[in-house]
């Protein structure tokens, strides 16, 4: 797991050891249960981006993997609705 997380680190360029503002994001560690199983939780990482002023767009092969996933994963339609609405750049 460790070699995962720190691949996903190195993916959204979180470096643990700098200061809050010189990370675009922080890392928060989470449980959640999968549904019909609450004995096992599992530990998930969350990205918090931090706000920017003026925000890129994304490119369309980025959102395209964002909707794709929340499709994938069942995700509510308006959430979806809401995913491909999106512009990019």
Request: charged content about 25%; aromatic content about 10%; glycine content about 8%.
């Amino acid at each position: 797991m460790e070699t995962e997380l720190e691949s996903l680190d190195k993916d959204e360029d979180f470096n643990p050891g700098r200061p809050y503002g010189q990370n675009g994001y922080s890392r928060e560690n989470y449980h959640v249960w999968p549904e019909g199983d609450a004995n096992r939780p599992l530990l998930v990482s969350l990205y918090r981006g931090h706000p920017e002023p003026n925000p890129p767009l994304p490119n369309c092969d980025y959102k395209n993997l964002i909707v794709e996933g929340a499709k994938q994963w069942q995700l509510p339609a308006e959430y979806i609705q809401e995913l491909e609405s999106i512009q990019t750049g």
